[in-house]
């Protein structure tokens, strides 16, 4: 039935929505630029306040007891706040190099990207891995270049390697002038404002002195020799960098670049201000069966992420679900279509940047969390009227290996319950070889089997521990006909284990390995990456 006035309120909403993620190499700048976003939108009020999730300065037991202690980490993992009219739901991602597949995953639920970059190293190992995700399903970028306070590189080979390292186009909306000690501010090559920087004016950039363009001779009375070297930039930038175009950007293209120092709030609001303009609201969401439209009336969403609560007492789980088609509202029935039931959602939570609270009302790019008592999974759909799959949320192959040992016998069934129920978070891969009963966990990270450990202890009273394993990756295999598969299952055997969903995976102990095969069996298709489903 078509309801035009919840219609036009969807389309309304939907409007105003812009749900993002920022990507990063850790220590470029991430919880400090967070936070001047969120103090911009009101949503906290002093600095200080965003936790540095520095997983990688802490032993495993540390990290464990911090999650513990902050109860639910979940607090910090979705941050919704309001700028200029906009709703804007800030998604974080996790910045330690081993949850990088939970990073992976929660770039599924974000309409754009931000990435920073620090001004002194440039490109970096994860700000690369981040990007080839983000290209995956071709996410809009904007950058923003960090530090520029501190002395770094030439701001041209900065965009020389962005573009050379990251296969993307740049595109300067801002130019700094100078760096370090000499750091003056940031020209806006989009209107000509020029914005003086000083480290102690206290957050809100000042309006921004207009000019007639880089030759207005006023430049000189506010630079001094510095107003030459800008405008040779600005001459070379004119000849040499592409111009900014908004389809290029959102089809993932090019990337739209600004300068700036997070830590003394300079270019942030500047940043936010183009962000808001720029970067693409909720859109179409793939199904197995067509495109839903957000501003479609009927509820429909997906979960991509779930959090175990960590409290050993009730062993309950949060699953992030974004929203994306219709309104949802507190108490509503919806269908639940991997296990073909209707749930109703009670207790639905929306994170704020400090604390969570029940939620009302949601529409499409907005999270919600849910309570999931192990019925809901990483890919599942949910809606209130037809029957739908939304895809796009994938299992990595795992790059670390290691066979689990359990320690006490008897334990064999527990052991097998906690390793499903936490391969069922996503972090690890379970998986179960053809020719014997071994478990085999799959990371991408190593960190992550410390902490599974720690955790069968905790949540299921069992003692397990690792022992080396032989393998270098994983594949999923598929083939078009089943007699081609069942002739590859028979010759490689040796090598082919069920993942927890009963997936065929192949497990090559080298890198030779995999390739030869490759090679031998042109018809077998190996995925690097899998559905969930
Ligand atoms: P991350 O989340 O990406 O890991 O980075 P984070 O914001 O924690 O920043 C990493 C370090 O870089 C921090 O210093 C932070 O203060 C500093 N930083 C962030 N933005 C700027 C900037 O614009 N200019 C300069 N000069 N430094 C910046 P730290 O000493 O590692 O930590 P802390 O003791 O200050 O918290």
Partial sequence: MSNPALAKEIQREVAKRRTFGIISHPDAGKTTLTEKLLLFGGAISMAGTVKSRKASRYAVSDWMAMERERGISVTSSVMKFEYEGFEINLLDTPGHADFSEDTYRVLTAVDSALMVIDSAKGVETQTKKLMDVCRLRDTPIISFINKMDRDGLEPFDLLADIEQNLKIECTPLTWPIGMGKEFRGTYSLVDNKLHLFSADHGGRIQQGIVFDGADDPRLDEYLGRQAQQLRDDIELISGAANPFDKERYLRGEQTPVFFGSAINNFGVQELLDNFIRLAPGPGPRPTTTREVEPTETDFSGVVFKIQANMDPRHRDRIAFMRINSGKFVRGMKVMHHRIGKEIQIKDATIFMAQDRSGVDVAYPGDIIGIHNHGTIKIGDTFTDRESLKFTG?????????????????????QLQKGLLQLAEEGAVQLFRPLTNSDYIMGAVGVLQFEV?????????????????????????????DTKTLDTFRK????DLAEDAQGELVFLPNSMWRLESTTERCPEITFAKTREHN
Wanted: glycine letters at 2%; a positive charge; proline letters at 7%.
């Fill in 393 to 413: 949320i994938p299992n990595f192959a795992p790059e670390h290996f290691r066979r689990v040992r359990l320690k006490d016998p008897m334990k064999a069934k």
């Fill in 452 to 480: 599974i450990v720690a955790r069968l202890k905790d949540e299921y009273n069992v003692d397990a521990a690792y022992e080396p394993v032989n393998l270098h990756t994983a594949r999923w295999v598929s083939a078009k």
């Fill in 491 to 494: 010759n490689y055997m040796g």
